[in-house]
């Protein structure tokens, strides 16, 4: 028992010291060497967390500079998946909002490079990312938009083979969507919106691709 004691502290201060390690790296902006390092810390626990959301955040930086997107957008995806899962409490819920929203762009952007059983396995996991943003912040402007994306992703394959039976599922589904993007996007002509600079256009090119949707459904 005392031996095993011993072997945990031994590994809860390896972790302390990488996330140190970690830290000062991300502070330099050194992306490309965090995003080398592997993480085996695999304990709910802060620094365990922090460590794989650091490694995550390194990763997805270097996706948007489009150093190696399929890549790094996949380590991206996997580091903060683990991360948000393993880390028990937040100081400022904006971070943990931020690393919710960053996962659902990763997930949303890794499913673009793919196709066939693996993009429907990501987009079974954007699904996933994108429900936890809207748990996390109802009516935000990222969480409708995420979420409508990944229902409209969800419809998209259904489409060249809707026959009666489905129709009326998949035009309710698509409805509901759009009608909730559209009422963000009135909503933002009236006042200013946090985040709505950010997602202006993703919102315009959403709803065109729902209507598109819409009218490839036969919707009445």
Known sequence: MAACLTLIMVLAGCAAMQLDTFKKHAANGDHGWIAAQAVTCEKASDVCGQLHLIKGDACF??????????ANYACAADELEKGLALTRSWADAAVHRQFQENLCESLKNLQDLQSGEVAAQTLARFVEAAEGLYKLAPESVPA????????????????????????????????RT??????????????PLPDWDRFANNYQRLSFDLGSAIRAADCR
């Open 61 to 70: 930086r270097l996706a948007r500079a489009d150093t190696v997107p399929a």
């Open 144 to 175: 409708v938009y995420y979420l409508a994306k990944a229902r409209l992703r969800q419809v998209q394959p259904l489409l060249s083979d809707i026959n009666a039976a489905s129709r009326v599922p998949v035009c309710n589904r698509l409805k």
């Open 178 to 191: 759009v009608t909730n993007v559209l009422s963000m996007m009135e909503t933002a002509k009236e006042a």
